[in-house]
T-cell receptor
């Protein structure tokens, strides 16, 4: 149980375009989802926290107008990278946490999305 | 701010031997959880083991165990009988309580298993 999927697994886009990444909890209701960013050979850095039905909370230094997060349902959160630039190229990982109602307190990670901006 | 420090960028161990990965953390909180995550080349994050700060007993999961020293803010991972499949990046991570905050990760240790 506690499976989290991400789509797409890889995406290449041109500079200036937008790209959307989906994160889904497949077998539990995720009250909270998290978005992390991982540069090559580096650790995971938390970008934002989203609670279902609420606005996302962004970490210091993360541009909320550039990285749009929507958590419209208990099983789906999306990250949209707007006006992407080559420096946005990275590995984006989501995690999902249930909570009291689902009994899933731990964070379960998706397989990640590799974004390349050309 | 909470910080997690992994001082060993890379470790190497012979297959079937034991290896210990180090982690220290800094926090003023009393209620928190600590984790070790494994990230193989597939980059899928896999939970290896977790420790609740309020528990004195060290957590164990099969060949994996931790040495949790709360006063010293140390949380090391011991892997016994190392196997080729253990080769991966290992990240130590921290979270306040068990609530809605994101994880704070260390920089990671690259574990190499020598056959």
């Amino acid at each position: 149980g506690a499976v989290v999927s991400q789509h797409p697994s890889r995406v290449i886009c041109k500079s200036g375009t937008s790209v959307k990444i989906e994160c889904r909890s497949l077998d539990f209701q995720a009250t909270t989802m998290f978005w992390y960013r991982q540069f090559p050979k580096q650790s995971l850095m938390l970008m934002a926290t989203s609670n279902e039905g609420s606005k996302a909370t962004y970490e210091q230094g993360v541009e909320k107008d550039k990285f749009l997060i929507n958590h419209a349902s208990l099983t789906l959160s999306t990250l949209t990278v707007t006006s992407a630039h080559p420096e946005d190229s990275s590995f984006y990982i989501c995690s999902a946490r249930g909570g009291r109602t689902s009994g899933v307190y731990e964070q379960y990670f998706g397989p990640g999305t590799r974004l390349t901006v050309t | 701010a909470q910080t997690v420090t992994q001082s060993q960028p890379e470790m190497s161990v012979q297959e079937a031997e034991t290896v210990t990965l180090s982690c220290t953390y800094d926090t003023s909180e009393s209620d928190y959880y600590l984790f070790w995550y494994k990230q193989p080349p597939s980059r899928q994050m896999i939970l290896v083991i977790r420790q609740e700060a309020y528990k004195q007993q060290n957590a164990t999961e099969n060949r994996f165990s931790v040495n949790f020293q709360k006063a010293a803010k140390s949380f090391s991972l011991k892997i016994s009988d190392s196997q080729l499949g253990d080769a991966a990046m290992y990240f130590c991570a921290y979270i306040i309580g068990f609530g809605a905050d994101g994880l704070t990760f260390g920089k990671g240790t690259h574990l190499i298993i020598q056959p």
